[in-house]
């Protein structure tokens, strides 16, 4: 083994660990994916491979039609994702509107995620979950270092706020830009006293499919859940799969499925065109 006291032996070091590969991390380039592709997609179409680790984080710039698949590799993820504009990062997720325009608090295939500029950034296109949560956002840093002890991103507990601090800040936006988010693979219902409860996964393997509406910055926390009453901390690896596709079109069943929805969808093109993007 080369010694790293010199400079010669700290480069001969680093250069032999190329091509090591380890449980959570990227694939680059993306097309070389050992995830299973949907029929249709070829290899040369993904643009984006990875697995995060529980407590980790990941950040995309992704265009518009781009197909997004989340996948619970254990049961234990979290995948908390937040949405922005990449043209305009002002205009991001509002999870207030998403659901309350849909009448709907619950998350599910059909679901479209809208911006505070009453257009489309996301729709739900695949849900084999059915286990997600856009009322109780994600884990501070305060509450985990009560609960845990710590809660800061680089610690065992990482709260999913920082972790998107450090997402949004490596796309230029910061704690100012950061909204409410909807989580994906930890349950969560409402009782009639108007209490969340918990409801824990779907099991290991289950996925959900985004096709991006609009071009967007795309920011995913994966932690535990603000409300998982397990003592311990627990968390478990996201498998990240992005390719080309189409978007949402007009002749699309998903368009005209309910009359706000239409009207965000027309709202977003008409954006869209305005800027040479559609």
């Known amino acids: 083994m080369s010694s790293t006291a010199t400079t010669a032996g700290a480069r001969s070091h680093a250069r032999a660990q190329e091509g090591t590969v380890v449980e ?8 070389r994916t050992s995830s299973p592709l949907p029929d249709q997609v070829a290899s040369s179409d993904v643009v984006w491979s990875e697995r995060i ?14 197909h997004l698949r989340l996948t619970d590799l254990t049961g234990d993820a979290c995948a908390s994702v937040l949405l922005h504009s990449a043209t305009s990062p002002w205009e991001r997720l ?15 295939t059909g679901q479209l995620l809208l911006s505070d500029q009453a257009r489309v950034l996301a729709s739900l296109v695949d849900d084999t979950s059915g286990h997600h949560d ?8 305060a509450a ?4 845990y002890g710590d809660g800061s991103p680089q610690g065992p507990t990482p709260a999913g706020r920082e972790l998107f601090v450090l997402g949004a800040t490596k796309n230029g936006l910061g704690r100012r830009d950061l909204p409410g988010c909807v989580s994906f ?27 991006l509406e609009m071009p967007a910055i795309l920011l995913l926390a994966n932690t535990a859940h603000p409300l998982d009453p397990r003592q311990e901390f627990t968390s478990g690896p996201l498998d990240v799969l992005a390719w080309r596709g189409a978007p949402t079109a007009p002749d699309d069943d998903l368009w005209s499925a309910f009359p706000e929805g239409r009207r965000a969808f027309e709202n977003t093109l008409d954006h869209l065109k305005g800027r040479g993007l559609a």
């Not at 509002?94 to 599910?108: M, P």
């Not at 856009?134 to 840093?141: C, D, E, K, N």
């Open 134 to 141: 856009a009322v109780f956002g994600t884990t501070t840093q």
């Open 94 to 108: 509002n999870v207030a509107d998403t659901v309350k325009v849909q009448w709907q608090v619950y998350s599910g």
């Open 53 to 66: 680790a529980g407590g980790g984080y990941g950040h995309r710039v992704l265009a518009r039609g781009t």
């Open 144 to 147: 985990n270092a009560a609960r």
């Open 24 to 31: 959570t991390m990227p694939t680059v380039p993306a097309a």
């Open 185 to 211: 693979f930890q349950g969560v219902r409402v009782d009639e006293a108007g209490r969340g409860v918990w409801q824990g996964s779907a099991g290991a393997g289950a996925s959900v499919t985004l096709r």
